[in-house]
């Protein structure tokens, strides 16, 4: 390995007019000239290091299982506290003492503290509401050791009892996680198993009438997209949302517009599975109002869950050749 300064000297040491120069742009300090060279390439090499950075070596999943031990004390300091906190900030904070206690300075990301209605919000930032009067805490954060990030989600009432209504959402939203677990291994289509998530809200959301109509059609119309609009889950590692996942953002199918991870999952990897339901009136309503998917949905029915705000459950799991391992 050579410093910037010492780069120039190297490559005019040899005969480079037959070789290829590979470098990312905008990563190449202003003194580096590649002059020498006949061919360069400027494309190949940042994907070629993002599909590597996929696979993580046994030092970096124990870096990022470090950073997962050291969030679950968090999570727990705020479960313990959140039945006598008056406000969002006040939990937010507990959850960063605990990191930082345990050796943890720095956040994977910025935390999203959202009670009552405002978990409903996929990407909350606000973190300083009151608690009172609310039913559940959603509470989505992660500590990083050195680089590395963790990244967990959980939904729980504030008063430490579900009412029925989110007992119901959320006991839907654990048992689509946990199917997906099982699907996991390495070489499965991320997309199946994103696809198997909506069938299993489906069911449960059928169940409970707030969707109607035969199953397969409901699932064709993509209707349960009003409820859990983003993606299964992401590669984790040196970024929350790690690279390598092949995203297509332009997808024009809404069920998988928001996939972070297309295609199969490599062995190795380290993903996350984060399903959830939300009850958010920005992104339900317009739903109601669409012919396509209204006769879908029974209104009457979903009026009793919109207090439940949103319910997510996320949790972190490596690929291996055998199978999946927490």
């Known amino acids: 390995m050579l410093s910037s300064t010492e780069v120039n ?5 040899s005969d480079n007019s037959k070789s290829t120069i590979f470098a990312i742009p905008g990563q190449v300090s202003d003194h580096v000239t ?14 070629a290091i993002e599909e590597c950075r996929v696979t993580k070596t046994p030092y970096e999943v124990a870096l990022i299982r470090h950073a997962n031990r050291v969030s679950t004390a968090a999570h727990t300091a705020v479960m313990r506290a959140v039945a006598r906190a008056t406000s969002e900030r006040e939990l ?18 910025s935390s999203i503290v959202a009670g009552g209605t405002s978990a409903a919000t996929l990407h909350y930032v606000r973190n300083d509401q009151p608690l009172s009067g609310k039913l559940n805490l959603l509470l989505d954060a992660g500590a990083e050791l050195d680089c590395y990030a963790s ?29 997906c677990i099982d699907m996991l291994k390495a070489g499965v ?27 397969e059609e409901v699932f064709e119309a993509r209707t ?11 590669y984790l590692g040196m970024d929350t949302h790690d690279t390598g996942g092949h995203a297509n953002y332009k997808d024009e199918d809404s069920m998988f517009r928001y996939l972070r991870v297309r295609g199969k999952v490599s062995a190795g990897a380290v993903i996350t599975v984060e399903p959830g339901i939300y009850f958010c009136r920005f992104i339900v309503e317009p739903y109601l109002e669409d012919p396509k998917h209204a006769n879908y949905i029974d209104k009457h029915v979903l009026e ?8 997510r459950i996320e949790g972190m799991h490596r690929e291996v050749l055998q199978g999946s391992v927490r």
Request: one cysteine or more; aromatic letters at 12%; charged letters at 20%.
């Open 92 to 109: 937010e904070a507990i959850f960063l003492k605990t990191c930082i206690e345990r050796g943890c300075r720095n956040q994977a990301y």
């Open 189 to 215: 289509l991320w997309d199946d198993v994103h696809a198997h998530a909506h069938r299993v809200a489906i069911d449960g959301l059928l169940r409970l009438g707030i969707l109607r109509g035969p199953k």
């Open 224 to 234: 349960s997209v009003a409820f859990f609009p983003h993606g299964l889950g992401h």
């Open 151 to 179: 990244d967990i989600t959980r939904t729980f009432p504030i008063n430490g009892r579900f009412t029925q209504e989110s007992r119901e959402i959320y006991d839907i939203v654990l048992e689509m996680q946990q199917s």
């Open 34 to 47: 590649f002059l020498s060279f006949t061919n360069s390439n400027f494309d190949l090499l940042k994907s």
């Open 9 to 13: 000297a190297h490559l005019s040491s």
């Open 304 to 311: 009793r869950y919109w207090e439940v705000g949103g319910v």
